[in-house]
């Protein structure tokens, strides 16, 4: 069979599995969530197998420490996956729910109702969870879905999808509810960006190259998830021992993901005071800083920034830091490199903490607190199925919530025009 009639069998098999599932109650829904939960823990020894074999692959293509840390399975992750959707299981289903009814003159009633978008498509890269996330979320929220994970993680993907998909057919779901395509050929992005015919909305989530090809070659629409630079602004009114744990959080508690900070601004009154804490704290942690002139007057060790770092998402430990003179330098940075994901500032004034959340653009704005937390489950939406950085229809963590539309639904009596 041929890349375009594997993915043309998959598209007609998740159309079909989207109306069932578009009139699923949730009890059912539920009910295979839970199973998909049960299967995880249960066949876990198989899933760890698989991805031992993409670790083992990963290492002697010599992908990244912090790739490597996106690839990993191990049996705690596993438990979070199935946990994720057991939470999925306890949130409300969006699906059917009536936001809004009015009457006209005429006296037609029109309702606004929550229904599912229909066939999702995920693109992703080496992130074995974001198949179990997607999957989870979709079905919670009637929606079929076909996966394209990265080549870096297809073994462990294929395990993932096996055993949830099997436990979702066994609680009642139809089969094409949940598909992977399993084919490493690049041949199979190309047809699923034009794939109009069987998927309603493309969803990319990875690094700047693959969300860049997907909305510049894709006649599918498509949310756009987004590249983290995120900020952490230390302003002169700061507790610097709060702004040390925030900076050290955000940027070491875990590197490779996308609201992870990557650029450190602090404002010139307290960069004398703070930079050498925090440096050291950094350092401890391995982190590399490269720093504007200032920094490096502070920090000796550190490396020179240029132009190109204050734009750089790193997934690595590597942080770009510059010493700002004021807040409206700070704010102007931001504006300039950021990519309106996730910003935050660490203050003790009132009114500069408020002016910072209404004039900062992004999907999450902080104060006071680690951009670590811009993430589905934290934000206690269960899974996530990414973070979008655009505007239309979805913004930010994407929960159940953002995975369904709407349609008017109007009741007259014999009402012409």
Not at 347 to 355: G, I, L, N, V
Request: charged share 25%; aromatic share 6%.
């Amino acid at each position: 069979m041929t890349i375009a009639a594997e993915l043309k069998d998959k598209g007609l098999k998740a159309k079909k599995a989207a109306r069932f599932l578009a009139n699923l109650n949730t009890t059912k829904k539920n009910e295979a969530l839970l199973a998909m939960a049960e299967a995880l823990e249960k066949e876990k020894e198989v899933i760890l197998e698989a991805n031992a074999i993409d670790m083992a692959d990963g290492k002697e293509k010599g992908l990244s420490t912090a790739l490597l840390d996106r690839l990993l399975l191990n049996e705690k992750r596993i438990s979070d996956m199935a946990e994720s959707l057991r939470e999925l299981v306890a949130l409300p289903d969006p699906v059917g729910e009536v936001t809004s009814m009015w009457k006209r003159p005429n006296g037609l009633e029109i309702g606004r109702v929550r229904v599912p978008l229909g066939v999702i498509g995920i693109i992703y890269e080496a992130r074995p969870n974001v198949t179990v996330d997607a999957a989870g979320l979709c079905l919670k929220t009637g929606n079929a879905v076909i996966l394209r994970g990265g080549s870096e993680a297809i073994n462990s993907n294929k395990a993932l999808t096996r055993v949830i998909s099997k436990a979702a057919e066994a609680a009642g779901i139809i089969e094409g509810a949940i598909q992977l395509i399993e084919t490493t050929d690049r041949e199979a992005v190309k047809i699923l960006l034009k794939a109009n015919d069987y998927l309603d909305v493309l969803i990319p989530r990875g690094g700047a190259g693959l969300i860049r090809t997907v909305v510049e070659n894709a006649t599918v629409p498509v949310i756009e998830t987004g590249v983290g630079n995120c900020h952490v602004y230390v302003d002169a009114a700061a507790d610097l021992e709060m702004a040390n744990n925030i900076v050290v959080n955000a940027k070491t508690q875990r590197p490779a993901v996308c609201n992870a900070m990557e650029t450190l601004l602090v404002h010139e009154k307290v960069a004398d005071e703070f930079l050498p804490i925090v440096a050291e704290s950094l350092k401890e942690k391995g982190v590399t800083i490269r720093g504007c002139e200032k920094t490096r007057a502070i920090v000796p060790w550190a490396k020179e920034a240029t132009e190109e770092d204050w734009y750089t998402e790193y997934l690595d430990l590597i942080l770009a830091v510059r010493v700002v003179d004021g807040f409206e330098t700070a704010l102007d940075h931001i504006d300039k490199y950021g990519t309106k994901h996730t910003e935050a500032i660490v203050t003790q004034d009132y009114q500069t903490a408020r002016e910072f959340l209404a004039r900062v653009d992004a999907a999450a704005v902080y104060v006071n607190a680690s951009t670590r937390f811009t993430d589905g489950n934290e934000f206690g939406f269960g899974a996530e199925i990414g973070i979008s950085t655009q505007k239309l229809h979805a913004r930010g963590p994407m929960g159940p919530e953002q995975l369904t539309t709407f349609k008017y639904i109007i009741y007259g009596s014999g009402q012409i025009r």
